[in-house]
């Protein structure tokens, strides 16, 4: 493979590798075991390719075609065919199989793939019965045999690489069926995303009422919200690589009144059988940002692996937010010097009675940074600017939410006070969060 020659028809280096075999077969003196073990296997018909893989590492060869061959030769005999084969009837003549594979991969992008499949229980068996009958320790099985066999007929015929980790493409062929299964592999895209509307949801919301089937309430569309971040940014996305559907991983997320501003929020957008896996992701990122323009921008749009989501969610990240307060009555500007006290404080904050029917009832420490006011000379609203740890939920900090957050806004100014809107300000990655190794 090291030719660098793309031209996959012509094959002359192989003619003389097997000219120099049949030179060496003569050479290839067998045990009277092995001979023994041969002659079975020929008695039941094997053919050179299931003779070669009973002796993958007895026999020196470049393929078990070549191995049967040489042994067929040394005990002067032919060699039988594929269809004759008992331990095979057949199936390592691949040639249609692959003709096949390569017809039903037309039209999908891909650059690696993986071959597996199916194989029939009663060759299985006769083979692994033959092992024990004979004594055959080390051989290819028939169905990795196969695997095998087609990956290198497809690698050639469509000049794609095999890959064990994270194929493009994975092929299952049912032998026992006559089935072909493709699977094609999401794809990844990673990037940050800016929510510039309120009343957005991060993902796709289900209807309350008839859980996405589609009712009068949600007007058929069987979604509780319009649109999300999400589908705002999956459109073009999904159209693009002619994708199914998708996935959203998010780092986190913030509630559906709150904005995300500056640098964003970072997701992964896995996308669902992709016929495509190429772009100018540039130009995607303007596509997106034009059609999502108002609500929703993305930046940094990147293709990455589905580790990334991991990555992801192991995170911590630490945030700041702008929060609109209203409190119950005027609040002077003297008064809010007493929430300099949350500046490098410990708060407890045990989960909000708004989320505690989705969330476990717990009692959490979490970390104020800082907290700084801005407050107009009249009036009963004032800003606060948080950074506080991850997770710490900065409406119920604000509000006290029945003294289940201690301390908070409210009980240390003595007044109740209400976030009324929320913006995600940055988000901040922690340094110490033990990163993984890159790619
Ligand atoms: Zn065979
Ligand atoms: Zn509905």
Redesign the pocket.
Known sequence: MTTGNSDSVKKPKTKTKAEKTLKKSRDLVLSKKMKEKAKFLLKEK??N??LGRQFINTVKGTSNSERGNKIAKALKVKANE?SE?R??KGL?NLKTITDWVAESLEGIEFDTFLVGSRVPKDLVEKEEAMWTEIGIESSEPLKQNLNRLVGKQISEKLDKEVDFDLPDVNIIVDFTEQDLEIKINPLFLCANYIKLKRGIPQTKWPCRACRGKGCEKCKGTGKQYETSVEELIAAKCLEEFGAETQSFHGAGREDIDALMLNDGRPFVLELKNPKKRKTDLKKLEKKINSFAKGSVEIKNLESCGRKKIRELKLAKFDKSYRALVECEREIKKSELEKLSEFTESEIIQQTPLRVLHRRANLSRKKYVYSMEWKKPKRGKTFELFVRASAGTYIKELVSGDEERTKPNVSSVLGAKCKCVELDVLEIIPKKTVARRKKK
């Open positions: 094997a053919c390719e299931c594929p084969c331990f095979c390592t």
